[in-house]
């Protein structure tokens, strides 16, 4: 009886392997440890609950490879070349950092795999190439926003600057906000540096009381700009905070306590902006499974998903060269996000959220059209 | 004898380049990336089992010589557009930003910057022994990894280099590993290598001897961060991108795992503890990815493959201090012994 | 320069010294007894900081207890390294227990990683520690209060134990010559694992305070605390109690007044403790307080 059992065991094992038909196989970089591993987990879950909700394309089952960067550049370019060497991925989603996206960027346009990028902000990350896509908007853009609602919404004429010297997304960002706000009639009095891993910002506050700005400038990411503003308020600083899209984790608001609240910050995605169906859906099937609401970096994912997986059935086969076209083609798809009309230079047209924190939870404030 | 070993090493060079040309053509991407890396970290393990095992001179800072040598080999090699395109908070200094030369000649900059600093610290580093000369270049790596962080102007600082050339191959990097350890084997049977050795054991003894324990120990210590700094240059060649965070001390516990277990003192040793570290790491990654088998998703341990590496070296470190080869070397003639005792006597 | 500025960067020097010193002790006692730079001490300060967590946030315990509770376990932690990694290691070489030692530290880090995570969790500080008081226009913090007070009476404790009672008798004996100690019919090795234990005691202390200061608790975070305390213990004389205290407070108020004082060079702070260690060992190897070193 056992050996019946075991040899039909045998032969399921065999017929399982024979008839499911040939997967897919996507990659994905992203950084699940390490100084925002809380982006690439959000990043992971998103792109879960998008390959639930469609895990085939062609006919055929979709999987996924994850690999680890560490929230380390040199670990993305290793993890990047090992999708593609080791796994022979058609296509890669990530990374969730401008940083890590241009170190993994470069082999990818290399071997001629497209690869979307759910939430790297930075211009670089796309510029003169033409297998890197992204789902969100860039930071000359945001550094604009940042910049006016510095003007129109804190009335502020100095703004003093705190950004981490470590992080591409941090510097240029830094240095989009500076130009605006200086366009714009403002000035900016301070400029002080970090680096990621950071948890001391005693010396940036010091200087910041100092020069008693109207408006901080913290185009940074969530540990950091917890902790800074906890020490901030500490030495009895009370400028507010304006921040970029690098802030959206719950760390922020777990480690920052009160100290993070009326934090105002440009972002991607809130629930509340949510219109399209398959939005709606995503955000039912995201709570049931996790019981939260999703958040910037998880819808973003998503959608990085979603798109591939339009552009792999427009293209009607798994070749990246195809899909790469048909990424570049993408003209009406609608995302969880909103609408996602690909430009040829690999970015899209987006809306810019402004959120803000209120009483311990992330609220919406506005939408900018693009 | 000696003939036979030495056509018995011929023919296995032989073999083994025959392996690598077979392996560039068929062997797919992936696989070469592993033998290069294979290649380079014999080449940094064999060098540092030069300094900690062979003059006994405990040294915990190597990834400071690789940071230099592959920064030195990075800022040489980029194009002057490609450094305006990185530099993006500043401008990288004069004469560095017009400076461009060839791979080789980078990399012999490399490794002789690296020589020029292990030759000016040693003056200081010497003067500890034992743990507080551990401690010592421990101290210096970090400080090294500070620096990287902060000379923006010469570093591009936590940003670090991107996009470049990837110009090592398995020639590259094999040629140059099998001529270091030609270089370290020379080193160490001659007399100056039995001056290391001779300090290793008893220092005092040793100068007794008539021995500058001195300029015994910068020998070594010069040597070793020569070649630490050529495999900066390669490495950094290879994953075209460094940044200060690449050279921690986990780079160096990496390097200290493979000599211990190949055997502290062995360059054979640290060829195979190279080896199965390297190889192995890549083998090991499989427990922090997830994998679907059959439906069951496995989701992956992230950190994983650390745990499995340090428990290995405690584990090794108490059962088996010698580690594989204790202080021998390989001989033709010990691995003949190893198949007579394990098989038997050939048929006659 | 604003005094009330540079006063108030003072006290927050000498808390993160007293920080450090109290790190450094337990580095210094294991490297008394044992010659050992146990590279894992560092490690207790994250697997301290981690128990409060779980003690608090899953088991709902109360801060006092989950506080000792914590205290407790990191002390047998710290035993149970020392039977697992290093007794086997008693006649072996030093270099292979430095060696283990830092194998033990990557081993901790690791397992940290892989049971917990790597996204940073908020370390639950009691109100009774937040808030500053107010004096002349000087915001001092609650916490440096605490840690003032608080490592004074470790500190005292201490001394008490090393000085006035027989097991102190046996640990400074044991720094001494051990073998001779096992002569006399002293069981060494419980001895050593008494030294570990208070050791780590004190350093599950430390890092639970400096957990109230910098509440992000990652599997990482004891690395550089651990090396600069160590950097204190031997900048104090290693080997010397009142050393490490010493060294832990002055690398502290250096490290922040430098940084104060010219802000452009806070990229370098971390190596403000390296560049005095080494210029310490050039100079002055035994350190402020610290008597020959044996061999």
Known sequence: MKRLLGALFLVGLICSNGLAADPIVIGAYLSMTGNVASYGQMGWDGISIAKKMRPEVLGRPVEVRLVDTKSDKVESANAVSRLIEKDKVVAIIGEMISGNTLAGADYAERKKIPMVSPTATNPLVTQNKKYIFRVCFIDTDQGKIAAKLARDLFKAKTAAIIMDISQDYSVALASFFKREFTKAGGKVIAETKFKSGDRDFTPQMGTIKGAKPDVIYAPIYYTECALAAKQAREMGITAPILAGDGVQAPELLELGGDAVEGIIFTTHFHKDMVTSEIGKKFLKVFKQEFGKEPDAFTANAADAYFLLMDAISRAGSADPQNIRDAIANTKEFEGVTGKIVMQPNGNPLKAMVVNKVKNGKFVHVTTVNP | ?348 | MDYSFLIQQIVFGLTLGCLYGLIAIGYTMVYGVLRLINFAHGDLLMVAAYLVFFGMAIYNLSWPIAFIGAILLTSFMGILIDRGAYRPLRKSPRISALITAIGVSFLLENLGLVIIGGRPKTFPTPPLFEGAQNLAGIQIPNLSIWVFVMTGGLLAAVFLVVNRTKIGMAMRAVSRDMDTVRLMGVDVNRVISFTFALGSALAAAGGIMWCMKYPAIEPFMGVIPGLKAFVAAVLGGIGSITGAALGGILLGLSEVVIVAVWPEWSGYRDATAFTILIFILLTRPTGIMGEELPG
Request: hydrophobic share 50%.
């Open chain 2, 1 to 348: 004898m000696v003939t036979r070993d030495r056509i018995l090493t011929f023919l296995a060079l032989c073999v083994l380049a025959s392996f690598l040309w077979y392996a560039e053509r068929s062997m797919g991407d992936y696989s070469v990336r592993i033998l290069n890396n294979i290649a380079i970290f014999i080449m940094l393990a064999v060098s540092y089992n030069l300094i900690n095992g062979v003059a006994g001179q405990f040294s915990l800072g190597p990834n400071a010589f690789l940071a230099i040598g592959a920064y030195t080999s990075a800022l040489l090699s980029l194009s002057p557009e490609e450094k305006i395109n990185t530099f993006i908070i500043e401008p990288l200094i004069w004469p560095l930003s017009v400076i461009s030369v060839s791979f080789p000649v980078s990399l012999i900059a490399a490794g002789l910057v690296s020589a020029f600093f292990a030759l000016i610290i040693a003056v200081p580093v010497f003067r500890t022994r034992g743990d507080y000369l551990a401690i010592v270049t421990l101290g210096f790596g970090e400080v090294v990894q500070v620096f990287a962080n902060n000379l923006v102007s010469v570093t591009n600082g936590p940003l670090g280099l991107k996009s470049l050339t990837p110009y090592t191959n398995l020639t590259w990097s094999w040629g140059l590993c099998l001529l270091t350890i030609f270089c370290i084997v020379r080193l160490v049977n001659s007399s100056y290598g039995r001056a290391m050795k001779a300090v290793r054991e008893d220092e005092t003894a040793a100068e007794a001897m008539g021995i500058n324990a001195f300029r015994t120990k910068t020998l070594a210590f010069v040597v070793s961060a020569f070649f630490q700094g050529i495999g900066g240059g390669l490495l950094a060649h290879l994953i075209t991108t460094i940044s200060p965070s690449l050279f921690t001390f986990m780079f160096t516990f990496n390097l200290l795992s493979m000599i211990v277990v190949g055997g502290l003192g062995s360059t054979t040793g640290a060829v195979l503890g190279a080896i199965i570290i390297t190889w192995g790491g890549e083998l090991l990654r499989f427990f922090e990815e997830p994998i679907s088998f059959l439906g069951y998703s496995y989701k992956g341990i992230p950190g994983m493959r650390m745990v499995i590496f340090s428990t290995l070296l405690i584990i090794v470190m108490i059962f088996a201090r010698k580690g594989l080869m204790g202080r021998n070397e390989f001989t033709w003639k010990g691995l003949f012994n190893l198949f007579q005792r394990r098989f038997g006597r050939p048929p006659q």
